[in-house]
Nanobody
């Protein structure tokens, strides 16, 4: 299994970015796919996740209304569209996957994810 995150960069507050996560060896139909982030000196935190069926999405309160998670099944790629970026969004962003057979209540917990990408850095200047 490989997850390759990309699309990070340096932007100004209010700008947009789209992160991509190219997946190989993992089936979107059998896995929940998520984005997490880790700011310097802080713990890794949940950002957004997409249930395997694609019918349900979950977002952290801090990004709700600004970020959108999506996927392209044909390309086996997941995306995170980030709009109205804030300096507080500065972090290393990771994509992750976990078996959808796991209980739903753990879907926002990083500890329940089995596979991780290497991270892509997003820096938002004020």
């Amino acid at each position: 299994v490989q997850l390759q995150a990309s699309g990070g960069g340096l932007v100004q507050a209010g700008d947009s970015l789209r992160l991509s996560c190219a997946a190989s060896g993992v089936s979107f139909s059998r896995n929940d796919m998520g984005w997490f982030r880790q700011a310097p000196g802080k713990e890794r935190e949940f950002v957004a996740t997409l249930r395997r069926s694609g019918a349900a999405t979950y977002y952290a309160d801090s990004v709700k209304g600004r970020f959108t998670i999506s996927r392209d099944n044909a390309e086996n790629t997941m995306y995170l569209q980030m709009n109205v970026l804030e300096p507080e969004d500065t972090a290393l962003y990771y994509c992750a996957a976990r078996s959808s057979r796991k209980i739903l209540t753990g879907i926002t917990s990083a500890s329940t994810y089995d596979y991780w990408g290497q991270g892509t850095l997003v820096t938002v200047s004020s």
